[in-house]
């Protein structure tokens, strides 16, 4: 993308320069009137401060004159208002050019640090689904080798993503939410793992009209998460402030663990699950964009408020 706009900007800057060139009238030789010595005497006479100081404003008026030369190219006047008898101001529309092309480099900045928002309109719909099922295959396998010593429902649950369009009612949903509902996305992985179908959009849209979740604030407070749940036939189980060996233990043993890091050490805050773990890392179900797997005991430490709570039926 950056290599295309960067051949069109060149192509635009050549046929400017050339306009450019081209505009530049040819230097013609001026009558100059003829100097007469008539009267020279008496002019000089009739010359006095008036004179001086008509005299004292050329170079002035010549200097703003030249100033005058220099900014007319740009004026927008003589760019979008030229006429059959003012010449094309060149050196205005490359600095228009300029400007739009640092604005197609602000506006496709998403695009550029995330290219697999880029489909390739070449790649037909058979291809495009190959590919899908590819990558859905690789990331199973990738998930199946990572957890193979899970049990019960920790073994069984599967991400969500929370920025799946899919996940969502409607793309005002998406919207609205869809930067704010991991707590929705967690409880939705947990209860799935026990046998379920829903998607996102089901668990938001309750704990929506609980109160309990925010488009600014995402999860209000931890017992959101209890009274959500319950509407679902499930009940939790606090494991808040207890040591990462026993959140662990539990999510070994099948019981997979909503864990919270909170704004003050992680921006905004995030809600994810704990699906087990071993003596130097923690597995993860994470629904945002990061997706993390496995984190460091030490460093899931660092981001951990001491927020745990274990969802199971009822």
Not at 145 to 153: I, K, N, V, Y
Request: charged share 15%; net charge positive.
């Amino acid at each position: 993308m950056i290599i295309l706009l960067l051949t069109l900007l060149g192509i635009a800057l050549t046929v400017t320069l050339a306009g450019l060139w081209l505009s530049f009238p040819k230097t013609q030789v001026r009558n100059q009137r003829g100097i007469s010595y008539a009267g020279r005497a008496t002019g000089i006479a009739r010359t006095g401060v008036s004179g001086q100081m008509r005299a004292r404003r050329y170079p002035v008026e010549a200097e703003r004159r030249s100033w005058a030369s220099v900014l007319a190219p740009i004026n927008l006047g003589n760019i979008f208002g030229a006429g059959a008898s003012r010449p094309t101001s060149w050196l205005g529309i490359l600095f228009i050019l300029l400007a739009l092309f640092g604005f197609s480099i602000f506006t496709l900045r998403t695009l550029l640090i995330n290219p697999g928002l880029v489909v390739n309109p070449f790649l037909s719909d058979s291809a495009m689904a190959t590919a899908a099922a590819a990558k859905a295959n690789s990331s199973s396998n990738t998930s199946n080798t990572l957890f193979a010593g899970l049990a019960g429902a920790s073994k069984a649950l599967e991400r969500i993503g929370q920025l799946d369009p899919a996940q969502y009612a409607s793309s005002q949903e998406y919207n609205t939410w869809a930067y704010s509902t991991c707590s929705a996305a967690a409880m939705t992985e947990v209860i799935n793992a026990y046998g379920n179908h829903y998607r996102l959009t089901d668990i938001l849209s309750v704990e929506a009209r609980l109160g309990e979740i925010t488009p600014d604030l995402g999860l209000v407070e931890p017992s959101g998460v209890d009274h959500t749940v319950a509407q679902f036939g499930f009940k939790t189980v606090s494991l808040t402030n207890a040591p990462l060996d026993q959140v662990i233990s539990v999510a070994n043993q099948g019981r997979p663990v909503i864990v919270g890091w909170p704004p003050d050490r992680w921006a905004g805050g995030h809600i994810l699950v704990v699906r087990g773990g071993d003596s130097q890392n923690v597995y993860l179900a994470d629904s945002s964009r990061l997706n993390y797997q496995i984190m460091p005991r030490t460093r899931f430490l660092q981001l951990w408020g001491g927020f745990a709570v274990v969802v199971i039926p009822k």
